[in-house]
């Protein structure tokens, strides 16, 4: 049977948890912080890792491929949310990411009648481009918020010397279904928030170079 915490370890043991999955510190630097048994801090981390985020009975179909051959093939009207991250066109390294304002045209047209009647909408997009996107998303959509996402721990290390270093990203929000948020106002209710993005030492381990943290999901 699992010991009931003094309220002052449950206030250590939130603590430690928004500090790893909110703001992606290490275990360690954890322990240091809040000085308490490494022991006691990975229990803590991990009996509680991502808990709820998917119920036992939802049921996932994965389709794979290229998005503007399979939304053709979807029910019109069929999807309450959309949310998608597409390529950004700022990373040179990467092929994939190389798109021009044609393709972003083509996959908004094609989901925009996929989507119900009631329905949400968050798109992610680069903080440097975010302006010619949002001209092209307005033609389909409108939009409701733009989210900022600070991801600071992307920046750190990097050396640029004619410009300040990008650390957010925006996410648009438009739609008209009722948003679930809670009652009590916290951070969830405004429009911009800080999260780390995956790294390899993280519970949601990096795997590709644009993943966005659990959390902000």
């Not at 991502?50 to 794979?64: A, M, S």
């Not at 304002?101 to 997009?125: C, M, N, T």
């Not at 409701?144 to 996410?171: A, L």
């Not at 929000?173 to 800080?194: H, I, M, Q, T, V």
Request: one cysteine or more; a neutral charge.
């Amino acid at each position: 049977m699992a010991r009931k915490l003094t309220p002052e370890r449950q206030k250590q043991k939130q603590e430690a948890l928004s500090l790893r999955y909110d703001l992606g510190w290490t275990e360690r630097r954890i322990v240091d912080h809040l000085h308490l048994a490494k022991t006691t801090i990975h229990e803590w981390l991990v009996g509680n890792s991502h808990k709820g985020l998917v119920g036992n009975n939802t049921h996932i179909t994965h389709l794979e491929g290229d998005c503007l051959e399979i939304l053709p093939t979807l029910p019109d009207e069929s999807a309450d949310v959309l949310l998608t991250d597409p390529p950004y066109s700022v990373m040179e390294d990467y092929d994939w990411d190389k798109k021009d304002d044609e393709f972003y045209r083509q996959w908004l047209s094609l989901v925009k009648p996929k989507l119900k009647a009631k329905h949400s909408g968050f798109i992610f997009f680069d903080s440097r481009r975010s302006y010619e996107f949002e001209g092209i998303l307005r033609d389909y959509f409108p939009i409701k918020n733009r989210i900022v996402w600070i991801r600071k721990n992307m920046s750190m290390g990097r050396v640029i010397k004619d410009s300040f270093i990008s650390s957010y990203e925006v996410v648009y929000y438009f739609g008209n279904r009722a948003l679930d948020l809670p009652k009590n106002w916290g951070a969830e209710r405004f429009d911009s928030c800080e999260f780390a993005a995956p790294q390899s030492n993280f519970s949601d381990k990096k795997l590709h170079p644009t993943q966005k943290p659990i959390n902000l999901i």
